[in-house]
């Protein structure tokens, strides 16, 4: 039997400074993003169980989107693309299959993260999610995240 062959998604990890840094990530699925924000950044780092909050979806063009969000709109403050790449779920199921049964399995190829990822629902029907990194050969124990936003790129976005 032919192996099926999974579309590469795409993902994105915007950095967001709004009134508490935070980051936003997004996988894309049925032609949108489904987004979570992730106070802490995602990790490298197996040991690090990252809360992951889940939002509204975005537009796909959102996946390209650098700027700053003006005061008094929701979000407001500067966003930065911080990795970007495609991921392939894991299994035998989609990555729309794997959201309605509260754990997506996936592995990401970006600039930054890379490997073997799950995001698991704590409640079933709550927005509150966990980003782990499994073991793999990229898994780093001395990870720490590292901010994309330098003055210069600020100044690049206005």
């Given amino acids: 039997m032919a192996k099926q062959h999974k579309p590469k998604l795409s993902f994105v990890v915007h950095e967001h400074h709004a009134s508490h840094l935070h980051y936003d990530f997004r996988l894309e699925m049925q032609d949108v993003l489904k987004s979570w924000v992730i106070p802490k950044g995602p990790s490298m780092n197996p040991s690090d169980k990252r809360l992951a909050i889940m939002v509204e979806d975005h537009l796909l063009k959102y996946g390209e989107f650098e700027g700053i969000i003006p005061e008094g709109h929701y979000g407001a403050g500067a966003v930065i693309i911080w990795d970007k790449g495609y991921y392939l779920p894991l299994e035998n199921k989609t990555a729309e299959e794997q959201l309605s049964n509260g754990q997506i399995e996936f592995i990401l190829h970006g600039e930054k993260l890379k490997g073997a990822f799950s995001l698991l629902q704590l409640k079933k029907g709550g927005k509150q999610w966990l980003l782990i990194k499994k073991q793999d050969k990229y898994a780093d124990e001395k990870w720490k995240i590292k901010l994309a ?8 976005l206005r």
């Fill in 149 to 156: 936003l330098t003055p210069q790129k600020r100044e690049n």
